[in-house]
């Protein structure tokens, strides 16, 4: 049987035409080489190369193998490069989804590093709830989640503390308290909330009922949208007033005014989430960049 390193020698006298080159280039001594190409005549049944004093040349049997053997190494070479690549999460796909705030902390930082450290990985980004990140964790339809708990059902599910934000009042920019410079959760306690379903997202509709009730009031909730940004652009268009993540306030500036809370229990910690299988080599790589 043919093998590679017969032919990686056989190709190297092909281009060289001379033992004595084709043995230096291949950093071994001649006798064996010659040999190597014997072998490799006799496996074939036919000469390769024309023999004289000093000068060879590839027979027409040889020109018809350099052709194939070229590419034979060559596609040897670029599927051994293939199973190093996959094997050091160099190639591959990673599903990653996330609450909508997020993107506007960490996680843009560290889809940016890992695009720029992976540039051969296929990374398919969608928003989504808390709720619907974990169910896609179960149906392995997601590798790596950020999202806020607490969680319906953590069992079987790995999480690591990654990015921390808070809240803000968000007012429609025609608001009569827009132009006010600090406005609380009391300040609004009579006023229309945009919320997002709490099915959706436990953690954050909780902590704002919290936080309201603390005020001494329960938000009056005129209108739902499962994500934040459907949120804001319901405050927009002045349905409500909403509590959303402090990260969102750049998001549609000109037509919300957001207002920071500074009282306790107003801060949340977004936590990255995988099944407690190893997410495989690429999202390990991934996790390792969001670690940083």
């Known amino acids: 049987m043919i093998d590679l390193r017969q032919l990686r020698h056989f190709i190297a006298v092909a281009e060289e035409l001379h033992f004595h080159r ?14 190597t190409v014997r072998r490799l005549e006799d496996e074939i049944g036919a000469e390769l190369l024309e023999r004289g004093n000093r000068i060879i040349r590839l027979t027409p049997a040889g020109k018809a193998l350099l052709v194939h053997a070229r590419l034979t190494v060559e596609q040897a070479d670029l599927a ?3 199973a190093r690549d996959a094997a050091a999460g160099r190639v591959g796909t990673l599903r990653v989804s996330y609450v909508g705030s997020a993107m506007y902390g960490r996680l843009a930082t560290t889809v940016r590093a890992f695009r720029r450290s992976f540039p051969n990985v296929r990374l398919e980004l969608k928003e989504a709830t808390t709720a619907a990140q974990v169910m896609a ?3 392995g339809t997601s590798d790596v989640a950020v ?7 953590a069992a079987g599910l790995n999480m690591i503390p990654f990015d921390e934000d808070c809240f803000a009042i968000a007012l429609p920019a025609a608001h009569k308290l827009a132009g006010k410079a600090d406005v609380t959760l009391s300040d609004v306690a009579d006023e229309p909330f945009v919320m997002w379903p709490a099915a959706e997202g436990r953690g954050f509709h909780t902590q704002v009922v919290q936080l309201c009730a603390a005020e001494g009031f329960v938000p009056q909730v005129v209108q739902e949208a499962h994500q934040i940004h459907g949120v804001l652009a319901l405050v927009a268009i002045e349905i409500g007033v909403s509590v959303v993540p402090a990260s969102m306030t750049g998001f549609r500036a000109g037509e919300i005014v957001y207002r920071p809370l500074t009282i306790e229990g107003s801060s949340f910690t977004l ?3 995988h099944r407690d299988e190893a997410p495989g080599t690429v999202g390990q790589n991934f996790l ?3 670690s940083r």
């Open 22 to 35: 084709a043995a230096k280039r291949l950093n071994m001594s001649q006798p064996p080489l010659t040999a």
């Open 80 to 82: 051994v490069a293939a």
């Open 137 to 139: 964790l179960r149906e």
């Open 147 to 153: 999202l806020v708990p607490p969680l319906p059902d």
């Open 271 to 273: 936590f990255l989430c």
């Open 288 to 290: 390792e960049i969001a």
